[in-house]
């Protein structure tokens, strides 16, 4: 026989979590990680819309062939400790961990089955602990990471992200028909990069937009900034989480 | 030590196996280490002893270990190739296989056609062989 333990570990890892978020875009380039990561911020220093109380709040990049997250966040310890499991990274008040930890600043190129496994590995091996939030931060398009979250982790809900790109929308408007289909929480759409005109989305629920900033991207790598800019502050007026 | 939530997870795994078999407690369980996550046998056996009290159905389980040596097949020329312990790895690079063993990937390349993608179908990491136990 050959058993694989760690698909047997994943539940008992996250027992202590309250809510895990897989902020999803289908598209490639929405915002999605921007969005995972300003969220995790917001929730982290000053609560949700409707909350002020600060909450616990764990971060993924799941987007293991292109890792960006850490840059966002300016993240500068250089490896996670590991005493019961591997301890996430914590800095600005958010526990983050990600694959970037572990490839010495280098591309990662991974196939679908190295994805499984990659991930298979970080969600046996990371020990959370306690937690409001669980942000996902998932890769593009509905392969390997999106189906495994599916299979392993059903509790997860889906924020889906979109642009006003009928391209985007097309895409969401699909892949939430499938992910209700599959039983998958869906808790709405954030319209990014918006013109203002943010549109219902085929019976997907609106949650809030987030315009065009064009300061964000002197923000990337500062928290303090990120959490500055008109991008966070329209994302803070989203409420629904 | 990571070590400990892998253990943890053949425990657990041992746990369910136990229930679902009607086990009155699992004797022996056999668990093969690939080379490539260098998980040292004598580490995993001292977590393991501590990790085993954990679960009622491994409370006096015997472990048995064995190491699978890595098996790299590369999907450009279909080389099949191993990893040379004398080459020695810096000591990053162990440690970034010992925690994810497929950034072999980032570190390692084909030694016939150089290229960077392969896989690992041997040895890559921790797996369950044999759990053993009389039923109630
Ligand atoms: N509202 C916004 N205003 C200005 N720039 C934005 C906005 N949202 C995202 N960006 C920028 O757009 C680019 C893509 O964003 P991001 O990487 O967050 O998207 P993504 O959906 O995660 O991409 P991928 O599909 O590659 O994972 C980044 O350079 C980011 O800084
Ligand atoms: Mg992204
Ligand atoms: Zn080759």
């Known amino acids: 026989m050959k058993l694989d333990p760690r698909v047997n570990i994943i539940q008992t890892r996250l027992s202590k979590i309250k809510k895990i978020i897989a902020v999803s875009g289908f598209k490639g380039g929405v915002g999605k990680s921007s969005i995972a990561c300003v969220l995790s911020l917001l929730l982290a220093k000053q609560g949700g819309a409707s909350s002020l109380s600060t909450k616990k709040v764990g971060?993924?990049?799941?987007?293991?062939?292109?890792?960006?997250?850490?840059?966002?966040?300016?993240?500068?310890?250089?490896?996670?400790?590991?005493?019961?499991?591997?301890?996430?990274?914590?800095?600005?008040?958010?526990?983050?961990?990600?694959?970037?930890?572990?490839?010495?600043?280098?591309?990662?190129?991974?196939?679908?089955?190295?994805?499984?496994?990659?991930?298979?590995?970080?969600?046996?091996?990371?020990?959370?602990?306690?937690?409001?939030?669980?942000?996902?931060?998932?890769?593009?398009?509905?392969?390997?990471?999106?189906?495994?979250?599916?299979?392993?982790?059903?509790?997860?809900?889906?924020?889906?992200?979109?642009?006003?790109?009928?391209?985007?929308?097309?895409?969401?408007?699909?892949?939430?028909?499938?992910?209700?289909?599959?039983?998958?929480?869906?808790?709405?759409?954030?319209?990014?990069?918006?013109?203002?005109?943010?549109?219902?989305?085929?019976?997907?629920?609106?949650?809030?937009?987030?315009?065009?900033?064009?300061?964000?991207?002197?923000?990337?790598?500062?928290?303090?900034?990120?959490?500055?800019?008109?991008?966070?502050?329209?994302?803070?007026?989203?409420?629904?989480? | 030590m990571h070590e400990w939530a892998l253990a943890d997870a053949v425990c657990k795994t041992a746990e369910d196996i136990a229930k679902d078999k009607n086990l009155i407690q699992v004797d022996e369980i056999s668990v093969v280490l690939g080379q490539v996550q260098n998980i040292k046998p004598k580490v995993f056996d001292r977590i393991f002893e501590e990790v085993k009290l954990q679960y009622s159905s491994t409370k006096s389980t015997k472990l048995v270990t064995e190491i699978e040596e890595a098996e790299l097949t590369c999907n450009n020329c279909g080389n099949i190739f191993g990893i040379d312990d004398r080459t020695g790895f810096e000591h990053q690079t162990s440690e970034d296989m010992h925690f994810i063993p497929e950034t072999a990937r980032l570190f390692i390349k084909c030694p016939k056609c150089k290229s960077v993608d392969f896989h690992i179908t041997k040895g890559r990491g921790l797996y369950v062989k044999e759990i053993r136990g009389e039923t109630k």
């Open chain 1, 59 to 241: 971060l993924m990049d799941l987007d293991l062939t292109g890792n960006c997250d850490n840059t966002i966040l300016g993240i500068k310890t250089q490896y996670p400790e590991e005493e019961h499991g591997v301890q996430p990274v914590e800095e600005n008040g958010i526990k983050f961990i990600s694959s970037y930890f572990y490839s010495q600043g280098k591309a990662t190129h991974f196939r679908g089955d190295e994805i499984s496994n990659i991930l298979l590995e970080l969600f046996a091996i990371t020990d959370w602990g306690e937690l409001d939030y669980l942000i996902l931060d998932m890769p593009p398009g509905l392969s390997d990471t999106a189906l495994d979250i599916i299979r392993w982790i059903p509790q997860a809900e889906v924020l889906a992200i979109s642009t006003p790109s009928i391209l985007s929308r097309n895409l969401v408007a699909k892949s939430a028909k499938l992910l209700k289909e599959q039983k998958v929480e869906i808790i709405g759409f954030v319209e990014n990069m918006s013109d203002g005109k943010a549109r219902e989305l085929d019976g997907l629920k609106i949650l809030g937009s987030i315009p065009k900033d064009e300061n964000f991207e002197q923000a990337i790598g500062d928290a303090d900034k990120l959490l500055e800019t008109n991008f966070a502050k329209a994302l803070k007026q989203i409420d629904g989480f």
